[in-house]
Every structure is written in structure tokens, then in C-alpha cells.
């Protein structure tokens, strides 16, 4: 494996990012994406955070993944029963990360570039989105 592989997010980048959002990462969530999709999840966390500021509705962060080359969030949610308006909430949090997921499908997960990028079969069977140059340097 090349030393210059950037396969996933540094420690103390997983720290900052958690360390911005601490309402939302309460339970210490893994991270496991790479650095190019660094802004998406930033991106999707302030997203988050506005949507529900004085809702009441509380959300924790489970995991952040890369599975079959897309984005994988998973959240919780603290209440027991939800009333309409927080139902509603909810939903337009859940089309947040959908779009988010979907859009990681076009972002270079090491690099963050979204020209020529294709999500496809790397080495040892991984699917992976990835740019050309990327696929060239780190993948083949
Ligand atoms: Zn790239």
C-alpha cells in the first residue's frame, strides 16, 4: 500500500468535527470516510443543527460510513414518542441525509473533487467513488 494512501479522516479531524457539533455527537460516533468527503459531512451537520434549533427534537449521531462507494449516516433520535411537528422535523432531517448520501455518489471520498468521478469497483473488489486521479494514485 502507498504511503501517500489518505484513506480516511485523521483522528484529530474526526475530533474537530465532533468537537463543532456537540449536540450531535454525544455518543462518540465512528467516522470512517475518507478526507474528501470531510465538507459534505460538515456540510450536513450544520444543515442538521439549523433544522432543529428550538424544536426540541434531539438527535444523535450513530455512525459515518462508506459503504458499496456511498455515504452511510446513521442517526438516533432521543424522544420516545414524537408529536406531528416533530415528526415533520424528523422527515426533513431524513431527506437532508438522503440528499447528503446521494451526493457523495459524485465527491471524490479522498480527494473531495467532483470532476470525472465515478463510483465503481477498485482494487480488491472495493466500490469506491473515487476521481481519475485519485483511482490512478491510490487504487489501482
Ligand atoms: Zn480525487
Redesign the pocket.
Known sequence: MSKKFKDCLTQSDKQAICTNFPALFKRHPAIDIGP?WENLIVKLCEEIVNTIKGTGVEIDILQIKEKFGTLRFYITRNQKALNEDNKYILSLVNSLISEAEDQSGRV?E????TKN?KTEECRNYYIKT??K??KFLYWL
Open positions: 474528501g471524490c479522498t480527494c473531495g473533487s468521478v473515487l476521481c486521479q485519485c
